[in-house]
């Protein structure tokens, strides 16, 4: 077996449902499994991959055992040479799987491997490429200096963003969201480690590997990942688990090298952690002031007020398309509009690398939409915040 793609989901089925769609396209011709292991999901996620994907191996999970120990179910299984660690909330390009094992057949020496991320309006995802969390690294990050000097080899080594993001390079950290490894690396340095529940699992996997000579790199092959809907984050669970992850990562590997360093490293992702969560409160707050400020004015359901989707593709799908979407709150036109908010491809009509290269010349054009599929066998329009069907 060539490859083994091990798929975490919980909660999110029409994701899922794409991002197998994607995968089945990408695997076409490759000698491969697809694992799904389901965290307790309450909807029909089980039922409906097996429905549309009975050749899936299906794990269903009586509980939410988190991210980390869900996946090394399947990893302890899986028979492949290579395995694919990847988030449901995203969509892999048809050559992409092919490019990364091409990659290591050339490189007998690396360990895993990363893509060029998308984000949902096309723009490139910095986490693509990330450097250790280092004391020195986590702190420039966290008190700004990153983001003042994200060029910087010094103050920017958290994203790397001094790199060419069209050329290979070897990396420090592999994302989550798309992380293929040797088998035989993974099983070396002991698959994911089930201390984290979520988050932090990529970057202390990335981190052992190195430690046991293995190199990681990125490579510019296409993914979209929409952040966020393979995790159902609260404003709570989301800041809680990033952080306490970051605490552990740090206990485990450099708090007895860096003793000194701890007194200062500590307190500041506590101070952190506590920020984002007011700011988020803060940012929820003025949300709820504008909603609330809206329905008073009567400008909630006003027609100019809905987002514009812009539907491209088959005309003899174009009026099931427009009453999906317009029964569903939005405003639906089959003409180009600057004024859209979504880009709707048909995936009947469009391989996923060609919405990749149209999102990424709308990014470049300043266009501003973001991504949508239209899946015409489930009747379903899948956006980056919402399902419509």
Known sequence: MQLSVVIVSYNVCPYLLQCLDSVARATYGIESEVWVVDNASTDD????????????????????????RANNMALRQASGKYVLLLNPDTIVGESTLRECIAFFERKPGIGAVGVHMLNRDGSFAPESRRGLPTPATAF?????????FPKSRLFGRYHMRYLDETKSAAIDVISGAFFMGR???????????EDYFMYGEDVDLSYRLLCD???????????????GESTQKTSYSYVHNFYNAMLIF???????RYRLTALVVLPVVVVAASVEMGLRNVRRSAQLMVE????????????DQRELIYFIGRSAVWETVRTLAEAAGYKAINHFSQQATYLVFDAQVFSYEEMFSLMKKSYAAKVGSHIGVYHHSRKTIILPNDVIS
């Open 45 to 68: 996620s089980v039922a409906r991959v097996r429905q549309y994907y009975p050749e899936a191996l299906v794990l269903a999970n009586k509980e939410n055992v988190g991210f980390a």
């Open 292 to 303: 609330r400020a809206a329905r008073l004015l009567h400008l909630g359901t006003a027609a």
């Open 140 to 148: 420039f990050k966290l008190c700004g200096l990153a983001r003042l």
């Open 250 to 256: 740090f206990r485990k590997h450099f708090a007895r």
């Open 213 to 227: 000579h293995w190199e990681n790199w990125y490579v510019p092959a296409d993914i979209l990942h929409y952040k």
């Open 183 to 193: 088998r035989e690396a993974l099983a070396a340095v002991g698959f994911l480690d």
